[in-house]
């Protein structure tokens, strides 16, 4: 890579490498290494000094990392990390760090615990009183955030919704009137599917942005009304293939509506998934203090939405 630099931007790499020896790296902690999300420049200089100096790199996928390692000129012990031994793994990283062992746990791309293993591991370690330290990195919902151009109060990550259509339209429903910019992860034979009902529950108006493989050769993001996005992902295959960030815009509030007219409609929301009008009206006004007429506008202006 250093020969497609210029001279001045190699003697910075250079000068900025000397930034390392201001920090300390103690023994017996667990670096939680951001790494790239796609594309292999996107490391960060701190990055391959802590995959450097550790003992051992826990890792998702062995094989992946250990490919990545090769790439960056290195070797390192691995220590399996998924999802179906993360309780086990944690407790034999515990260990090397008890013994002032240095570990890296790493993801398949991205920040670790994102979606992907890790927080047991990070909650094990530090309820053992270990030193834990981030190493920031490349963030495929931070990447998606900054190029997505949606209003809202905040965001609100979701990762990915359930795999069964009637608990992922739960979950969606629950979500209808969020103020936040909502952002989902979600895989590619899924995701027409997953928005076609996105579409059903927030509305033919809001506006989505999708995603799809983030910093990678066939990187694309396409923002439409929701009314728009089905049909644009079903008009290309290829649209509907890689990793993918979904992004939905925030509810717009009603003219004078309140935080707590705003969660006295979410908690609506999902009272009316299981109860008539009337009832769900009654128990929300028992919940928030809000009258009960007021509640009952609202909870039949969202069945109206929702059919």
Same mark, same amino acid.
């Given at each position: ?5 210029? %001279? ?20 017996? #902690? ?5 790494? %790239?999300?796609?594309?292999? =420049?996107?490391? =960060?200089?701190r ?16 094989? $992946? ?8 000129? @290195? ?11 993360? #309780? ?12 002032? /062992?240095?570990?890296?746990? &790493? ?8 979606? +992907? %293993?890790?927080?047991?591991?990070? +909650? *094990?370690? @530090? ?7 981030p190493?920031? !990195?490349?963030?495929? &919902?931070? *990447? ?24 992922? +339209? ?14 989902f992860? /979600? #895989? ?9 009902a996105?579409?059903?529950?927030? !509305? ?6 999708? *995603? ?22 079903? #008009?290309?295959? $290829? ?5 993918f960030?979904?992004?939905?815009? !925030? ?17 609506l ?8 009008? =009337?009832?769900?009206? *009654? ?6 203090? &809000?009258?009960? $007429? ?9 069945? $109206?939405?929702?059919s």
């Amino acid at each position: 890579m250093a020969s497609q630099l210029s %001279p001045h931007l190699v003697a910075l790499l250079d000068s900025l490498s000397e930034e390392i020896t201001l920090q300390r790296f103690p023994a017996g #902690a667990l670096y939680v290494v951001a790494t %790239p999300i796609g594309n292999l =420049s996107d490391i =960060s200089i701190r990055a391959l000094s802590v995959l450097e100096m550790v003992d051992a790199v826990a890792c998702e996928d062995t094989r $992946n990392t250990g490919q990545l390692m090769k790439r960056y000129g @290195m070797s390192k012990p691995m220590i399996a990390t998924h999802q179906h031994n993360e #309780a086990e793994a944690a407790q034999k990283i515990i260990e090397r760090l008890q013994r002032g /062992e240095r570990v890296a746990i &790493v993801s398949d791309a991205g920040t670790p615990a994102i979606s +992907d %293993p890790g927080t047991r591991v990070v +909650d *094990a370690v @530090m309820s053992e009183g270990l030193c834990v330290v981030p190493i920031a !990195g490349p963030s495929a &919902v931070a *990447a998606a955030l900054s190029c997505s151009g949606l209003s809202g109060e905040g965001f609100h990550f979701l990762g990915f919704l359930p795999s069964k259509d009637a608990q992922r +339209d739960s979950a969606l429903q629950a979500l209808s009137s969020s103020p936040a910019v909502l952002v989902f992860y /979600e #895989a590619p034979h899924r995701v027409l599917d997953t928005v076609s009902a996105m579409r059903q529950v927030f !509305g033919e108006q809001r506006r989505i942005v999708i *995603a799809r493989e983030l910093s990678k050769l066939f990187e694309q993001l396409h923002r439409c009304a929701l009314s728009e996005a089905p049909a644009w992902l079903a #008009a290309d295959a $290829n649209r509907q293939r890689g990793e993918f960030v979904l992004l939905i815009e !925030g509810a717009k509030r009603s003219d004078g509506e309140s935080d707590s007219m705003t969660d006295a409609r979410r908690l609506l929301t999902l009272l009316l998934q299981e109860c008539s009008v =009337s009832q769900a009206a *009654a128990l929300a006004a028992k919940i928030t203090g &809000v009258k009960k $007429n007021a509640l009952y506008t609202m909870a039949l202006d969202i069945t $109206n939405q929702q059919s």
